[in-house]
């Protein structure tokens, strides 16, 4: 079993930034994803950037240019440098691992990421 441990999350005000970090621990499989989402009560949860063992990078539209997501392979870990943040990136942000090719997914419990004055 795959676990994954977050941190970073927190309280910031409009243009400030944040840094989250995952860790994931047990036996990994490559090539894998390793990445961020995010949920707002009552909506879907969405991606907000994956980055794959072979080192793509993907990320949505709404973060281009703000996230920055690096993985440190060697510690199985994955980190999102979150700048220029706006109140519509409020929500709870879930560290995501997946087996390419295959069904296998972990989440992480969830950061709450806050942006507000």
């Known amino acids: 079993q795959v676990k994954l441990v977050e941190s970073g999350g927190g309280l910031v005000q409009p243009g400030g930034s944040l840094t989250l970090s995952c860790s994931a621990s047990g036996e990994i499989f490559s090539p894998n994803i390793l990445g961020w989402y995010r949920q707002v009560e009552g909506k879907e949860r969405e991606m907000v950037a994956i980055?794959?063992?072979?080192?793509?990078?993907k990320y949505a539209y709404s973060v281009k240019g703000r996230f920055t997501i690096s993985r440190d392979n060697s510690q199985n870990t994955v980190y999102l440098q979150m700048n220029s943040l706006k109140p519509e990136d409020t929500a709870v942000y879930y560290c995501?691992?997946?087996?390419?090719?295959?069904?296998?997914?972990?989440w992480g419990q969830g950061t709450q990421v806050t942006v507000s004055s």
């Open positions: 980055g794959f063992s072979g080192g793509e990078i």
């Open positions: 995501h691992y997946k087996v390419v090719a295959s069904d296998y997914i972990r």
